[in-house]
């Protein structure tokens, strides 16, 4: 299918923006004749060419589940077109956001600049000024699954193609892949801010630190960002603004090495990563070093609450994300 074919394309561009998507952070969609292509839990969007990431679902029984509010909804396995699943693969664990979006095309991406707006207890105000002419709806944060798609359909109306997502990021729709990813160009725009240049690292200073330790020097200069910014560790050291923060980095940022952490930043010098850590954990420091770079230090921001996390971390199908060896 030529639209399948443009938002593999688009994924792939998208997924290697690290301003855009982080590891396995992120989906698109397709819908067509009744049937809703969507990536597959845990896999990347960067590698949307390279390999079949998209997983057929039927999105009416989605819809109709919906109205319902049947737990079904929670992981979306139940409405997978096993006939045309090539992968076997799982949907994506925010199908519900897809599914709620009337458009063809959804395109949801934890964009750095939207989520230093989204995590800003001002955020719904701010952006109505940014976002003055878009059909645009703030969504409070909640968990996504059934939490998730409840917070968008009460909020959403006839029109809106943009969704900013409270502590969480961005989702944009249209009924083509080419103006999806104009819509998204033109949202990124409208919100970006200013970012405090990184500091230069010190790598020979990080190699010394690492010697005869299981760590490496995160490879990524503004990785290392979230140890030198003078803000980023000061807000990310001890809280939780956005849910793959917490899920892949754990509640706020390591910077010792006790208990062995994927992750430690040590303040004022960099940051370094396990050798065995899973490939996401370096792209999910950064964007946590890119999100508080576009933040000052009078904005208020607010964290996700205990609460939060616990319902995210315990929920079935994050868990099940986690088991995945691509993640
Ligand atoms: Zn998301």
């Not at 390279?50 to 409405?79: G, Q, T």
């Not at 299981?214 to 503004?222: K, L, N, Q």
């Amino acid at each position: 299918m030529v639209e399948l074919d443009r938002l593999r394309a688009l994924s792939a561009k998208v997924g290697s923006d690290p301003l855009l998507v982080q590891a396995a952070g992120g989906n698109t969609s397709l819908k067509d004749a009744g049937v809703m292509w969507i990536k597959a839990s845990g896999t990347w969007l960067k590698d949307a060419q390279a390999r079949d990431i998209f997983v057929p679902l039927d999105h009416a029984a989605i819809m109709a589940a919906l109205a319902k509010d049947d737990p079904a909804c929670e992981s979306c396995v139940a409405f997978v077109r096993t006939d045309l699943n090539s992968t076997g693969l799982r949907p994506s664990i925010e199908t519900t956001v897809h599914a709620l979006m009337p458009q063809r095309v959804v395109v949801h991406v934890h964009c750095v600049n939207t989520i230093a707006w989204a995590i800003r207890a001002d955020g719904e105000q701010r952006l109505a000024e940014k976002l003055a002419g878009f059909d645009w709806a703030f969504i409070p944060y909640a968990r996504p699954g059934l939490p998730l798609a409840g917070a968008i359909s009460s909020r959403m109306r006839p029109g809106v193609n943009v969704l900013v997502l409270g502590n969480h990021g961005l989702a944009v729709a249209a009924d083509t892949v080419e103006a999806a990813e104009a819509l998204l160009a033109r949202v990124v725009a409208a919100v970006t801010r200013p970012v405090r240049p990184a500091a230069a690292v010190d790598r020979a200073a990080l190699e010394k630190l690492c010697a005869g330790t299981p760590y490496r020097p995160a490879r990524m200069d503004e990785t290392h960002a979230l140890a030198t910014d003078p803000l980023a560790l000061q807000r990310g050291e001890h809280a939780v603004f956005y849910p793959d923060h917490v899920v892949f980095l754990g509640v706020g940022v390591a910077t010792s090495f006790e208990n062995g952490p994927p992750l430690v930043a040590v303040p004022g010098v960099g940051v370094l990563i396990k050798d065995d850590a899973k490939p996401a954990i370096e792209p999910m420091g950064r964007c946590l070093a890119d999100v508080m770079r576009r933040v000052e230090a009078q904005d208020h921001l607010t964290a996700l609450t205990e609460d939060d996390i616990d319902r995210l971390v315990n929920w079935d199908a994050e868990k099940y994300r986690q088991t995945l060896k691509v993640t």
